[in-house]
């Protein structure tokens, strides 16, 4: 493990002198942040959301905080992400990555207040004037083509010039011939109602088996998808350049993995065409720019997911700016609740399916805490292997 004198003479940010961690509640999941003040007077904001364990993310946060942030200087990153992963011995894992990933994005925000520069300057620069985003989470309701459709042509009238949806409903592992059919009428519904010129993707959440990813695979064909997303758990990664091979669009992976040793396998057996890495979830700012020079030795687009608030949007799109082989970035934050935008402040705007160049420093945001206390954590769960769990409604039992 990387160490450094910690009593030297510190940069313009000062050292970290406290942690702490805040959730809010919303109807799609609770988002969770940590936030790092210095005795410069600074403070850096990262999350840390989970779909369903923000406590325990919280929770060692806090720990990690006390073991190897007190006391450090913000511009020391690399010491910091080293002394996460290695000190603290996650190596890995959902609680773990997410909260390095976190903390990465803090120290990174610190950084640029510091400094009154954005993220983006700090590493790397723009390689482009605007970031091209795409919208998860517009689906809500009946899981029929005409539902489907009507949900789609408003996604489309909000600006969104990209969508993308799971139409495979509670299916898991096999499905029948007539629940590939229902799935394939959804995609052809969505695809009519869009239009040629509206990029769709087709989410699958890596849950099926070979068979039946292959018939999904030829199934898709003439829908002219932008990609197909995860169609076979990760413990057969060597099974996804078969479905590469047969594919007439692209594979898509990646979002579960931690860091960069674990995207070392999906480099390795070639699996996708498209890298997802998670801001919140890959080993933020430091981590992915490593995910995302070696996507580009292989010849992959990059495509970060980002099912979380609009403070992963914001600092994705940090991160997407300098990005040579970026494709598109993920949002969801369309479909949030007003109170959102007013407990967190300074996130960037969506105009016309694209997020402009960010001017504040840091990533410019503020979390407000009498909102967060209005609108505690709900402890809801998504059970994707549920019949109608896209109608999100966390009220039914089998949620």
């Known amino acids: 493990m990387l160490t450094v ?3 030297r003479p510190t940069g313009p940010a000062g050292r970290i002198s406290g942690v702490e961690t805040l959730s809010l509640g919303t ?3 609770d988002f969770s942040f940590v936030r790092l003040h210095t005795d410069a007077g600074l403070v850096g904001i990262g999350e840390i959301t989970h779909p369903y364990r923000g406590r325990e993310t919280c929770l060692l946060a806090e720990a990690m905080g006390a073991r190897h942030l007190l006391g450090a200087d913000p511009f020391d990153v690399t010491e910091i992400w080293q002394r996460m992963f290695q000190g603290d011995y996650f190596r890995g894992g959902d609680i773990g990555g997410i909260v390095a990933s976190g903390v990465d994005q803090a120290v990174h925000d610190l950084m640029g207040r510091a400094l009154g520069l954005p993220v983006y300057r700090l590493i790397g620069g723009a390689v482009r004037d605007r970031v091209p985003v795409y919208a998860n989470g517009w689906y809500t309701g009946d899981r029929t083509p005409e539902s489907f459709a009507g949900k789609a042509r408003e996604a489309v009238a909000r600006g969104f010039r990209a969508l993308k949806f799971d139409p495979f409903g509670a299916g898991h592992g096999q499905l029948l011939p007539e629940e ?8 052809a519904a969505v695809r009519e109602a869009i239009g040629p010129g509206t990029e769709l993707f087709v989410e699958a959440h890596a849950r099926f088996s070979f068979p039946t990813a292959a018939a999904i695979v030829d199934a898709l064909a003439p829908y002219g998808i932008g990609w197909l997303e995860e169609p076979l758990p990760w413990t057969h990664i060597e099974r996804y350049h078969e479905l590469r091979a047969r594919a007439a669009f692209p594979i898509a992976g990646g979002e579960h993995f931690h860091h960069r040793y674990e995207y070392q396998r999906l480099f390795d057996t070639r699996a996708v065409d498209i890298v997802q890495p998670d801001l919140s979830m890959a080993g933020g700012f430091t981590e992915i720019r490593h995910v995302a020079g070696t996507a580009d030795l292989h010849g992959m687009l990059v495509a970060p997911h980002n099912s979380n608030s609009p403070v992963c949007t914001t600092a994705t ?3 997407a700016l300098g990005l040579p082989n970026l494709k598109i970035v993920e949002t969801f934050d ?6 959102v935008t007013e407990a967190i402040s300074g996130t960037l705007p969506i105009v016309d399916g694209h997020v402009g160049i960010p001017t504040a420093p840091g990533l410019g945001i503020t979390l407000h805490d009498e909102v967060f206390a209005e609108h505690p954590p709900r402890r809801g769960f998504w059970n994707l292997f549920a019949p109608g769990w896209e109608d999100r409604d966390q009220s039914r039992p089998d949620r």
């Not at 590939?180 to 995609?187: I, N, T, Y």
């Open 27 to 29: 109807a799609w999941r």
């Open 180 to 187: 590939l059919e229902q799935a394939v009428s959804l995609v």
């Open 317 to 319: 799109i940090h991160l």
């Open 5 to 7: 004198d910690r009593s």
């Open 334 to 339: 369309a479909m949030l609740e007003d109170f």
